[in-house]
């Protein structure tokens, strides 16, 4: 199986200079319970047709991307790199009172 992947950095490269990182999932709430958590670990989707997936490219810029891809018939519809998530602000600190004198 050959075919050409299109890395966001490099352009164009045979898939063999990629490491394929499976299908996009969602992590479960937190925390989670144990359905969702093997759910999380242990089960996929596994479509026949097109799925946003995980990239490296382990063999040129090392860098991670996603990419939607048909299963059937390996056509790369696009590419591109992931956004990072918003951080979570992190609560003001505490102020303590200052000792009355
Ligand atoms: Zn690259």
């Not at 990629?18 to 937190?30: D, K, N, Q």
């Not at 999380?40 to 991670?64: D, K, L, M, S």
């Not at 996603?66 to 992931?82: H, S």
Request: negative net charge; contains cysteine.
């Amino acid at each position: 199986m050959s075919f050409l992947l299109t890395c966001p950095n490099c352009g164009p490269r045979d898939v063999n200079e990629f490491a394929y990182a499976g299908e996009v999932t969602t992590r479960p709430s937190e925390p989670p319970d144990l359905r969702e958590l093997t759910k999380y670990v242990y089960f996929r989707r596994n479509v026949a047709g097109v799925q946003r997936e995980w990239w490296y490219h382990r063999f040129g810029c090392e860098i991670w991307f996603l990419a939607d891809r048909d299963t059937r018939t390996n056509e790369v519809l696009g590419v591109e790199l992931p956004v990072a998530a918003e951080p979570k602000a992190a609560p003001e600190p505490a102020i303590p009172d200052t000792p009355a004198v």
